[in-house]
């Protein structure tokens, strides 16, 4: 499997932390805003991973999560860890 569908994987997890309404507004922004990391092709692959990594660790340690929330991004970061 090649990087690029790789990160569509993980496009699709963060796709649905977005679309959950049962998780907070600033949760579902972040998971916005690490796909735009990801799929940022100006930035080497690793400084993307390391950057969604660290975001996707701020907001899985947001108080206000959801655990399936935290288990969703859990999983993400697990993904992204295969990348780097």
Do not use: C, F, Y
């Amino acid at each position: 499997m090649s990087t690029d569908e790789k990160i569509e994987q993980i496009v699709d997890g963060l796709n649905m932390i977005s679309e959950d309404t049962s998780i907070p507004r600033n949760i579902r922004r972040g998971a916005d805003e690490v796909k735009q990391i990801l799929r940022s092709s100006n930035d080497p692959i690793d400084l993307r991973v390391a950057s969604a990594t660290s975001k996707l660790d701020d907001l899985a340690n947001d108080p206000n999560i959801p655990l399936h929330g935290r288990t969703l991004i859990w999983n993400i970061m697990s993904r992204l860890e295969e990348l780097a």
